[in-house]
């Protein structure tokens, strides 16, 4: 085998490779040896036709593709193996310049990484101080905290704002009763607006036992056409009316919600707990602002290649999200009133950014020669091994290269964004 590139220009390398008569025939005979049984021919046994015979009877390119395919695809490895600075993002394209009795030639272009050529990525002046936490936020967090802990108990009385009642009701159109409008022993926030708008606020006022006609109009814009914009009426009956009862603020409640005795060493961890939130928000707000202003300053021609399979990546990542709510990729689609092409479509934006903030980001890594040791590597798995609760030796026979790899690539991308922050200051 014999190549050459001819060129490496605009994101893409054009090459050349030549298989002697020699090797091309070679290439023939593995494609029949491999396919022979695919072709019948009346007077011989299935598999045991001659190679002659079935191109004489299907053509004598009956077995040129497949020996194009696997003569180029060995050819190409071989190329990429001492050709390092070829780096394809994509399959090559095909072409037969020449298939005659001394061989076949063939083009290919190849779609390589782009040049990135970065503009300042250090000496930007970029930090942010994390935000000072000031009791307000303590209280805030420690009524989020009493929210979670509610009591709901039965109450006599009629439904005030914030009130549970339970009801039974059923939805109608005019004198018809329509599907998805009807529940039993449904328990509803009162004042949490999770119900059509004018429907909780009709039964204020309203005691266990009543029954009332709830009023409403449906929003023009609701998921089930026949009732968009249309008035209907709900038949309701209150079963029990539970008002909610907060826990008090005292060192009982601080025991029974943490591992704290007092509430006020409760609150002095609140506070440590929501200033080491600041300090990450701070870090992450640092680390964005720093990567748009870098990414914003680079200069790059973006194959497409790179941004369809960014693009294949979000969707695959946005339907295993709905996956685990239970909703289809196509069902969601519809929700939006748009096409799965739409949808992806939608996207396009998000998936250029993300490749050029990659590419940006592997062109910082070379020039500043960032690496990972044996050393960091080794004191990361010794983490992951103690969240697993395995020993040292346990947790690296459970680890397979690709693992291994994501690893690196995660101590890799921490160093990154630490060397991004000290330098930006």
Known sequence: MKYKVTSHK??????????????????????YNKHKGEYPVEGF??????????????GPTVFFEEAL????????????????????????ELSVKSLDEKGVVITAVVPVMPEVKLGAYKGLKISHEPRKITAKDVDVELERVREQNVRYVEKQGAIENGDIANID???FKGNVQFDGGT????????????FIEGFEEQLVGKKAGDEVDVKVTFPKEYQAKELAGQPAVFKVKVNVVKSKELPELNDAFASDVSEFET????????????????????????????????VAGMQVDVPNALVETELNNIMQDMEYRLMYQGLKLEDYAKYLGKSLDELREGRRA??????????????IVKQEKLEVSKEELEAKIKDLAKSAKKTIKEYKESLSEDRISYIKNDILLSKLLAFLVENNK
Not at 11 to 20: F, I, K, Q, Y
Not at 183 to 194: F, V, W
Not at 350 to 363: H, I, S, T, Y
């Open 10 to 31: 605009n994101n893409e390398v054009a090459l050349e490779v030549t298989l002697s008569a020699e090797e091309w025939d070679k290439e023939v005979e593995n494609a």
């Open 45 to 58: 046994r299935k598999g045991r036709v001659p190679r002659k015979v079935i191109e004489k009877t299907y």
């Open 69 to 92: 395919a696997e003569g180029f695809g060995k050819a190409y490895s071989e190329v990429l193996a001492k050709e390092k600075d070829i780096d394809p993002v994509d399959a090559p």
């Open 169 to 171: 009701f059923k939805g």
């Open 183 to 194: 529940a039993e022993a449904y328990d509803l926030e009162i004042g949490s607006h999770s």
């Open 263 to 294: 509430l006020a060493a409760y609150k002095e961890h609140i506070k440590e707990h929501l200033g080491e939130h600041a300090q990450e928000d701070a870090k992450i707000q640092t680390e964005n602002e720093i990567i748009e202003k870098i």
């Open 350 to 363: 998000d998936a250029l950014k993300g490749v050029k903030v990659r590419l940006a980001m592997q062109e």
